[in-house]
């Protein structure tokens, strides 16, 4: 089956610690993005990447960071540097029909 | 600025009662539009997108949505919600970049 992974599920850290959220797709498209959820305030972007070796920021990129060496793969780093970093975190991938495929999510938790 | 507008934050109906979530956005151009849900601790699943042609969409699980251009709107229904369908619901529209809404909250009372 074709799909976006994405792990651990639930993530534990202590706050000052950088922490990496996984994301794999197997659907073959080029475009991938992370997206923070927070109670009552949507979706809102953090980063995206419309091709391998190429990101941009999103809307709320301050103490993210992304790489995206493979097209399968698109990994978010948490930095110690984001203030508030307890959340839901989705991965997603757009198709040529401009459909996003969202992954389970990763729910972080620091304290 | 390009905005989408969930009017309502919650929604409450009773099981089998028809339910419609309004959403709203600000754009001159053409624009394609999805309806997303989400339950809890979930992903979001796509329910139905328009990107051309007639303007009654028809989803999945019983939803469709009818997009009007001069109200620029894009609202959902369903003529009889189940339990199962509670869950959050996300507008979404491609500027071309993806802007979602707020969300509504679908809570059905059996």
């Known amino acids: 089956d074709g799909g976006i992974t994405q792990s651990p599920k639930y993530l534990f850290r202590k706050e000052g610690q950088n922490v990496t959220l996984s994301c794999e797709q197997n659907?073959?498209?080029?475009?991938m993005y992370w997206y923070r959820q927070d109670p009552g305030q949507g979706l809102r972007l953090i980063y995206y990447s419309q091709i391998v070796n190429d990101f941009q920021k999103g809307d709320i990129a301050e103490g993210y960071s992304v790489s995206r060496e493979k097209k399968e793969s698109f990994p978010l780093t948490v930095t110690s540097a984001q203030k508030n970093p307890t959340a839901f975190y989705l991965c997603a991938s757009t198709s040529p029909s401009y459909e996003q495929y969202f992954g389970p999510g990763t729910r972080l938790t620091v304290t | 600025a390009q905005s989408v507008t969930q009017l309502d934050s919650q929604v409450p109906v009773f099981e089998e009662a028809p339910v419609e979530l309004r959403c709203n956005y600000s754009s001159s151009v053409s624009v394609y539009l999805f309806w997303y849900v989400q339950y809890p601790n979930q992903g979001l699943q796509l329910l139905l997108k328009y990107l051309s042609g007639s303007t009654l969409v028809k989803g999945i699980n019983g939803f469709e949505a009818e997009f009007n251009k001069s109200q620029t709107s894009f609202h959902l229904r369903k003529p009889s919600v189940h339990i199962s369908d509670t869950a959050e619901y996300f507008c979404?529209?491609?500027?071309?970049?993806?802007?979602f809404g707020q969300g509504t909250r679908l809570t059905i009372n059996p």
């Open positions: 659907l073959n498209h080029d475009a």
């Open positions: 979404a529209v491609s500027f071309p970049k993806l802007v």
